[in-house]
């Protein structure tokens, strides 16, 4: 849906990185290498970026380090449209509602990253109804044609995994 709209590949990629998570940053080389694409091509949508207020740049030595605006008033909107594109949202919705007792729901792997993928890595901490989980993933895999990854931790568990994460971590759920 999403390249039926914005016909740019490099374009929706740099949405991707730097949208799905507020924290990634990157640099012109790290993305050429990333995206497998020329510099030039990926320089060009950086700075028509850059230019309309949606990243924040900054600089590192001789790199310019590009990172989203959070501040900026379609920030969310973006975020919202990439949500729906990669299929969180529904995942979100569909699983907490009768999981038992859910306390955070993060999101890892490339999409935290920023990079697509058709593999979407989940971590629940809380005690859930397994059974449950499990039939509402095959649902949702179905609905967002996605392959879907998880990983149940007690708190305790995944204050030891935690530390083995950098940037890598994006929160989609939190207990109210």
């Known amino acids: 849906m999403l390249d039926t709209l914005i016909t740019s590949k490099t374009r ?29 091509a990926i320089r060009l949508e950086l700075n028509k970026f850059e230019e309309a207020g949606l990243l924040n740049t900054s600089l ?6 590009f990172k989203a605006n959070i501040t900026h008033p379609l920030f ?4 919202n449209i990439l949500m729906k594109h990669t299929g969180l949202d529904q995942i979100v919705e569909e699983v907490i509602q009768k999981l038992g007792d ?5 999101l890892v ?14 971590i629940f901490i809380g005690n859930l109804n397994k059974k449950y989980l ?15 990854k998880y990983i149940i931790y007690s708190e305790e568990e995944f204050l030891v995994y935690r530390k083995q994460l950098k940037n890598e971590l994006f929160i989609l759920w939190v207990k109210e």
Not at 76 to 79: C, F, G, L, Q, S
Not at 109 to 122: E, R, T
């Open 12 to 40: 929706i990629k740099l949405l991707l990185k730097f949208f799905l998570n507020e924290s990634t940053s990157s640099y012109l080389r790290n993305l050429e290498s990333e995206f497998g694409e020329s510099s030039n």
């Open 102 to 106: 859910v306390e955070r729901v993060y």
């Open 134 to 148: 499990i039939n509402l993933i095959e649902k949702s895999e179905k609905i967002i044609s996605k392959k879907i």
């Open 109 to 122: 792997g490339d999409l935290a990253k920023g990079i697509n993928s058709s593999v979407v890595d989940l």
């Open 76 to 79: 969310k909107d973006i975020r």
């Open 60 to 65: 590192e030595g001789n790199k310019k380090i």
